[in-house]
């Protein structure tokens, strides 16, 4: 879960659920109703959740549920704060402090506006004998959310007797037991409970066996390339809202917390968890992304192991539920506006930062743009909407001149006007060879002024990629490209 640094207890044999028999398909495009899209989470999920929530509250306006979790930012990029304040020591997280910062990051773009937060609902729960992420620290989130969500909208609940789990009313470990797989039968169908807040009445849950062919387990890395995230992730789409099943659906994120995904605990959370038969019956489609085990624990970024920008819409891991979730909700039967009113061309743009394969671009804002793409020679070089008003294009072949454009997006995926073209020339290959490359702990890296070091963590320097952990064990091979400018890779 959060942080957890011990070794899971030993999973029941009889509660695993065998993994998949068949390949991973492309995640399919459904009619989903946007503005039924919700979040939630446990632990690491529910940081995420908060995260996911409160960066997009344009598209999780209709609100989120949190199992253990903390405020928007708990940890501010260190993970001392994270496994302190954030999980055992409330008494010292910052709520006002954090609440500033939403509100100057939503000021300045980096997150969604906070008035998108007036009419979502918020669902909170803490084990009373949780003794990972104290029930101190989702007091502090309750707080936290005052600021910006109506307190009718808001239900807590606080009073039952479990340990950190995801709490289920007929499957997982005892109530007080902590381990994996951190699902607990309390009793207490929290799923039904949070589902039913979010959403309001819903017809009862399914109680039977739900359809195999319902669970679908398709392509993550098309959105991701590793960043912490499994090449695949999970589905649960119910039978009527299937690609031609006719009817309009919601949509439910469910992110697992540390040590939880598909490769710690089988498919338990993505099948035992008690979100799925509330799904079937009321036509919400579930999206289970996942981690990976080259996480930390598992766990999702909350603290900054992958990314300085973790809780921005810029984040890796945010941005690419976000395209997820945008996928899911691309197959809608609206026909699109014969005439649409397209955003103007960005202005101001630039190409500086030359390296022998990358090149750094620039441009001024778009008032009305969701994001931004990015074009070389005529070709869309970003996998996903860039946030924010910069994009450093890399792959680049050394001393070879490059013409970029970039286009403004709304929030309907729909494209502006081509900006006016900017070229640029990469540089020669260093030593006017291949890049060199250096392999060496990221301790070692530092010394040798290849990476810098930043709470804990390690970044290449010129390209800023996360390394992982600053110690001397973790080992990293760093390319050189540029005058000190390094990236992640290897040499032929």
């Given at each position: 879960?959060?942080?957890?640094?011990?070794?899971?207890?030993?999973?029941?044999?009889?509660?695993?659920?065998?993994?998949?028999?068949?390949?991973?398909?492309?995640?399919?495009?459904?009619?989903?109703?946007?503005?039924?899209?919700?979040?939630?989470?446990?632990?690491?999920?529910?940081?995420?959740?908060?995260?996911?929530?409160?960066?997009?509250?344009?598209?999780?306006?209709?609100?989120?549920?949190?199992?253990?979790?903390?405020?928007?930012?708990?940890?501010?990029?260190?993970?001392?704060?994270?496994?302190?304040?954030?999980?055992?020591?409330?008494?010292?997280?910052?709520?006002?402090?954090?609440?500033?910062?939403?509100?100057?990051?939503?000021?300045?773009?980096?997150?969604?506006?906070?008035?998108?937060?007036?009419?979502?609902?918020?669902?909170?729960?803490?084990?009373?004998?949780?003794?990972?992420?104290?029930?101190?620290?989702?007091?502090?989130?309750?707080?936290?959310?005052?600021?910006?969500?109506?307190?009718?909208?808001?239900?807590?609940?606080?009073?039952?007797?479990?340990?950190?789990?995801?709490?289920?009313?007929?499957?997982?470990?005892?109530?007080?037991?902590?381990?994996?797989?951190?699902?607990?039968?309390?009793?207490?169908?929290?799923?039904?409970?949070?589902?039913?807040?979010?959403?309001?009445?819903?017809?009862?849950?399914?109680?039977?066996?739900?359809?195999?062919?319902?669970?679908?387990?398709?392509?993550?890395?098309?959105?991701?390339?590793?960043?912490?995230?499994?090449?695949?992730?999970?589905?649960?789409?119910?039978?009527?809202?299937?690609?031609?099943?006719?009817?309009?659906?919601?949509?439910?994120?469910?992110?697992?917390?540390?040590?939880?995904?598909?490769?710690?605990?089988?498919?338990?959370?993505?099948?035992?968890?008690?979100?799925?038969?509330?799904?079937?019956?009321?036509?919400?489609?579930?999206?289970?992304?996942?981690?990976?085990?080259?996480?930390?624990?598992?766990?999702?970024?909350?603290?900054?192991?992958?990314?300085?920008?973790?809780?921005?819409?810029?984040?890796?891991?945010?941005?690419?539920?976000?395209?997820?979730?945008?996928?899911?909700?691309?197959?809608?039967?609206?026909?699109?506006?014969?005439?649409?009113?397209?955003?103007?061309?960005?202005?101001?743009?630039?190409?500086?930062?030359?390296?022998?394969?990358?090149?750094?671009?620039?441009?001024?804002?778009?008032?009305?743009?969701?994001?931004?793409?990015?074009?070389?020679?005529?070709?869309?070089?970003?996998?996903l909407t860039v946030y924010g008003?910069?994009?450093?294009?890399?792959?680049?072949?050394?001393?070879?001149?490059?013409?970029?454009?970039?286009?403004?997006?709304?929030?309907?995926?729909?494209?502006?006007a081509a900006s006016t073209p900017?070229?640029?020339?990469?540089?020669?290959?260093?030593?006017?060879?291949?890049?060199?490359?250096?392999?060496?702990?990221?301790?070692?890296?530092?010394?040798?002024?290849?990476?810098?070091?930043?709470?804990?963590?390690?970044?290449?320097?010129?390209?800023?990629?996360?390394?992982?952990?600053?110690?001397?064990?973790?080992?990293?091979?760093?390319?050189?490209?540029?005058?000190?400018?390094?990236?992640?890779?290897?040499?032929?």
């Open positions: 879960m959060a942080l957890t640094f011990i070794r899971p207890a030993t999973t029941l044999a009889a509660c695993i659920v065998a993994g998949s028999a068949w390949a991973a398909v492309d995640l399919p495009a459904l009619n989903i109703d946007k503005s039924q899209t919700t979040v939630s989470g446990l632990s690491s999920g529910g940081y995420m959740a908060v995260q996911l929530h409160v960066a997009y509250s344009s598209v999780f306006a209709k609100g989120a549920g949190i199992v253990a979790g903390g405020p928007f930012y708990c940890a501010e990029g260190s993970v001392v704060n994270a496994t302190g304040r954030c999980m055992a020591s409330p008494a010292g997280i910052p709520t006002s402090t954090l609440v500033n910062t939403t509100n100057t990051w939503a000021s300045q773009g980096h997150i969604d506006p906070v008035s998108n937060l007036q009419n979502s609902r918020v669902y909170l729960f803490s084990g009373s004998v949780d003794s990972v992420v104290k029930t101190g620290v989702m007091d502090a989130l309750k707080t936290y959310y005052s600021s910006f969500v109506p307190a009718s909208n808001v239900v807590y609940k606080k009073d039952l007797a479990a340990e950190h789990a995801m709490v289920t009313d007929d499957y997982g470990s005892a109530c007080s037991v902590k381990g994996s797989p951190y699902i607990n039968d309390c009793n207490f169908d929290l799923a039904g409970a949070l589902l039913q807040h979010l959403y309001g009445p819903l017809n009862a849950r399914i109680n039977g066996t739900l359809p195999s062919g319902n669970f679908v387990e398709f392509k993550q890395s098309a959105f991701i390339a590793n960043h912490g995230m499994a090449s695949t992730g999970w589905a649960y789409i119910p039978q009527a809202c299937q690609a031609g099943g006719g009817a309009t659906c919601r949509l439910h994120v469910a992110l697992h917390g540390c040590k939880q995904n598909v490769s710690d605990v089988q498919q338990q959370y993505v099948r035992n968890t008690g979100f799925n038969r509330w799904a079937e019956a009321n036509n919400i489609v579930v999206l289970y992304p996942q981690t990976s085990t080259t996480a930390t624990n598992s766990c999702w970024d909350w603290w900054g192991y992958d990314s300085a920008n973790y809780a921005k819409k810029t984040g890796p891991q945010m941005a690419a539920i976000k395209a997820m979730v945008d996928r899911l909700g691309s197959g809608g039967g609206t026909q699109p506006d014969p005439d649409p009113v397209l955003l103007p061309a960005p202005t101001g743009v630039s190409a500086s930062g030359a390296t022998a394969s990358s090149m750094a671009l620039g441009w001024n804002s778009v008032a009305g743009a969701e994001g931004y793409h990015v074009y070389r020679n005529g070709n869309k070089v970003n996998a008003t910069s994009y450093t294009d890399s792959g680049l072949a050394a001393s070879t001149t490059y013409q970029w454009t970039v286009r403004a997006v709304d929030a309907q995926g729909v494209q502006g900017v070229s640029a020339t990469t540089l020669a290959a260093s030593g006017g060879d291949a890049p060199t490359c250096t392999t060496a702990s990221n301790y070692a890296h530092t010394l040798a002024g290849r990476a810098y070091a930043l709470y804990g963590l390690t970044y290449a320097n010129g390209s800023g990629q996360g390394m992982g952990w600053w110690n001397i064990y973790t080992t990293t091979t760093l390319k050189k490209t540029g005058p000190n400018y390094y990236v992640i890779g290897t040499c032929p």
